[in-house]
């Protein structure tokens, strides 16, 4: 994304012109964008900075994997397509940027699971494969950044409990791989965010009927620089379905059944928060982050939460349906994807 020039000059005294964004032309709300060149479901979605690669997936309701993709340049509204790479196809690998490349590692196809993975550079189109990691092959809980090393943690299979405790670490200066020391808790219905010194990750543990062992969702973070985890205090959240983001001192919290709560890892508490004014269905919630406030993700629905001031807003509905994880791009959220049988394949943009 770029940003606005500094005001550098001297003479005149003129302040140069602003820099637009790629988005400054988008009206608050939601956008239809040109769609995906591919119309896949459970694909990956990442913003690089400037575009979005968008990649693998299936069709035909998870019988078919797919391993091409594309990326969405939202100065031009085009697409171009992703080379390809020696990836297989596959559904819900994990992913994430690098500052100069995309990770993807992991992901399933029916019946199994992969344990390899790639560096994609947009910029020059090609693929590089990773060296093989010291796990197992699995779609992984959480696939974080901390700005040196790519942390790979868990596991979201809910058949085969025992390795959902294990993680690794990637370095890309080195090329090499470290395991990350075995976590306190087991999570599979989970997600991860990075606070900028910890990977949290909240959810809980189900197994196969979908059922958890424990009343309330649980937490547990990672500090690389001590190489150790911790617990969380419990907070009374659905262990069925949650969802988190970091507003940039808080983790905000949020479950199906619309309680939400904030947890400062500075104090190591949490604090209730009002709940999101979202109809219950039977969904999986999503948090993405715009960087002053968080969009919580429902079932096609929307709210925006502000954290000045711990309020929540709902938001106006899309003309349409809409498929894909939603991705935090800068000032949007973008929703890249199709519905399982190829139909409905779009891209939107939400701004608030």
């Not at 956008?31 to 119309?39: D, F, K």
């Not at 990770?103 to 550079?121: E, I, M, R, Y």
């Not at 060296?131 to 950044?145: D, H």
Request: aromatic share 12%; charged share 20%; with cysteine.
């Amino acid at each position: 994304m770029l940003v606005a020039a500094l005001l550098v000059g001297c003479g005149t005294g003129t302040r140069p012109a602003a820099k637009s964004t790629p988005w400054e032309s988008l009206p608050p709300g939601w956008s239809s964008l040109a769609p995906p060149p591919v119309a896949r479901s459970s694909g990956v979605s990442v913003w690089t900075g400037s575009e979005l690669f968008h990649w693998g997936g299936n069709t035909d309701y998870d019988s078919t994997q797919h391993a091409d993709g594309a990326l969405y340049d939202p100065a031009a509204d085009t697409w171009r397509a992703v080379p390809a790479g020696p990836l297989a196809g596959r559904s819900s690998a994990g992913a994430t940027w690098i500052g100069t490349e995309v990770f993807v590692w992991g992901g399933w196809t029916p019946g199994s699971a992969w344990a390899d993975g790639a560096l994609f550079d947009p910029a020059t189109g090609k693929w590089q494969l990773l060296p093989p990691a010291p796990l197992s092959p699995r779609s992984p809980v959480a696939v974080i950044w901390t700005g040196s090393e790519v942390l790979v943690w868990g596991d979201g299979d809910r058949s085969d409990g025992p390795r959902h405790r294990e993680g690794a670490a990637y370095d890309p200066a080195s090329e090499t791989w470290r395991l990350l020391p075995r976590a306190p808790l087991g999570l599979n219905e989970a997600q991860g965010l990075w606070t900028g010194q910890e990977l949290v990750v909240f959810g809980a543990l189900l197994d196969g009927n979908n059922w958890s062992d424990t009343k309330h969702a649980q937490g547990i973070a990672y500090d690389p620089e001590a190489n150790s985890w911790r617990r969380l205090p419990e907070y009374p959240l659905s262990p069925q379905a949650s969802s988190v983001a970091w507003t940039g001192k808080e983790v905000l919290a949020w479950d199906y059944d619309m309680k939400a709560g904030a947890y400062d890892p500075a104090r190591d508490s949490w604090l209730k928060l009002p709940d999101v004014p979202l109809r219950f269905y039977e969904c999986y919630p999503d948090a993405p982050w715009l960087g002053d406030v968080v969009l919580a993700w429902f079932c096609g629905q929307g709210a925006v939460f502000d954290a000045s001031t711990s309020s929540w807003h709902r938001v106006a509905p899309a003309s349409a349906e809409i498929y894909g994880r939603p991705v935090s791009a800068g000032e949007v959220v973008l929703f890249a994807g199709a519905a399982g049988d190829g139909s409905r394949n779009r891209l939107w943009a939400f701004k608030p």
